[in-house]
């Protein structure tokens, strides 16, 4: 009896630290606090990825081996599309955050600059988002819901906005944070350094953006750079009659067709990686 004791002793603390993480994933969810670094899929849309990226895959494969058995074992590799498409939808979801945190600096320089607190221009600031955007399931305005609602249960405002930093993983909103933390514990002039903060990130932000309008012809050209062989393969597979019986037929012409396939893939992750610019 003595022994069971002492083991339910050893094991009590596992258990507690398994329910202390439970308890915390459920109050992030209950507090509406996204954490931008994350994204869930759903089984209703990683399935639905897997088909999508599986019959391309299957064509594909079956474009450059004319092989149904191959181009089924080609498509297994949409198992790790989900994985993929999961990192696009954060960087998307980051992209749309950072343009919308702009246009709240904006708003909150403004509402500052004309005699409000930090305090009361947050409200302000959540009002300019819902006329700017005009729906409240955005992200910034989300945000700003819950800072307000926080602030209002006299959380402080500087770890408000510590912790939309952390759970968004920019560096222009953790820069503009840990500014306004020194600038709010120092006594600085939290008007003047906000506007000049805003100024500065805001700067940075159009910057990027016009890279990135720039280089969207390059991108486009990209795509269509890394199709222009496989169109032209499925045209010569389908217009000539034999011509490429070769290479479907023998091992020397797989052989081909695999490293040909190869540097077609190899080449569209090359030019995505160049043409993915972060300042």
């Known amino acids: 009896m003595k022994e069971k004791k002492e083991k339910a002793v050893k094991e009590k603390p596992v258990r507690k630290k398994r329910t202390e993480k439970e308890s915390a994933a459920a109050e992030q969810t209950n507090n509406g606090a996204v954490n931008y670094n994350v994204y869930h899929m759903s089984k209703g849309e990683k399935l639905l990825y897997i088909l999508l990226a599986g019959a391309l895959l299957y064509g594909l494969g079956y474009i450059f081996y004319q092989n149904v058995i191959i181009s089924l074992l080609f498509s297994l590799l949409a198992l790790k599309y989900p994985a993929i498409r999961t990192k696009a939808i954060i960087r998307k979801r980051k992209r749309q955050l950072t343009m919308q945190f702009k246009d709240m600096l904006y708003s909150l320089s403004s509402a500052v600059s004309a005699g409000n607190s930090v ?15 005009g729906e409240s399931n955005v992200f910034i305005v989300q945000e700003l819901e819950l800072m307000v609602s926080r602030i209002s249960i006299n959380l402080n405002i500087e770890d408000v906005f510590a912790d939309f930093a952390e759970r968004s993983g920019l560096e222009d909103i953790r820069t503009f944070a840990d500014i306004f933390e020194v600038a709010k514990r120092t006594g600085g002039n939290l008007v003047q350094i906000i506007r000049q903060t805003t100024d500065v990130i805001a700067d940075k932000i159009e910057v990027e953006t016009e890279i990135d309008t720039a280089l969207s012809g390059k991108k486009m050209e990209q795509k269509v750079v890394t199709v222009m062989p496989i169109a032209l393969t499925l045209f010569m597979t389908v217009s000539t009659d034999g011509f490429m019986d070769p290479i479907f037929n023998t091992l020397s012409g797989r052989l081909v067709a695999t490293v040909a396939l190869a540097m077609i893939l190899a080449g569209a992750l090359w030019s995505n990686s160049i043409t993915n610019i972060e300042i």
């Open 119 to 133: 305090e009361r221009a947050l409200v302000i600031a959540r009002d300019d988002m819902v006329s700017q955007y």
